[in-house]
């Protein structure tokens, strides 16, 4: 259902009115691991056979998806601001980057470490992850 916010915001960014500066291409590489990791890998690694869904909140979620890729895409081709090379990111957009980064490594440990007991816990009561 998220592959759409994906495919719509790779289609934005790259035919967008104008060229992408080197900024921008740190945002799509993060937004693109990001929705290729929750759209194609995560549900594979998911158990969902015999689970059913109604089909309205399926199109409902791609209708979403859609716009959302399509805002983050144009926006990030057409309206960010022209950033000079020699000007480097702000503390703040560092720390926060290295603290995603190593959140998501976190993560990802951890579903491969203890997948399991984390199965096991959610068909019955909803908890924390045992790695948090």
Partial sequence: M???SLLAFMLYFLL???KAQ???WIFFTLYV???TNRS???PLRTRTSGKQMPLVVALMAVCFNLINGFINGYYFSAFSRIIPR???PSFRFSCNSVSKISNWIKSQRC???QPGIFREAQKHVAVKHPCD
Avoid: D, M, S
Wanted: aromatic share 20%; net charge neutral.
């Fill in 2 to 4: 998220e592959l759409p």
């Fill in 16 to 18: 967008g009115p104008n």
């Fill in 22 to 24: 080197p900024v921008t």
């Fill in 33 to 35: 691991a990001h929705y």
């Fill in 40 to 42: 194609v890998i995560y």
């Fill in 86 to 88: 020699n000007e480097k």
């Fill in 111 to 113: 579903f491969y470490k």
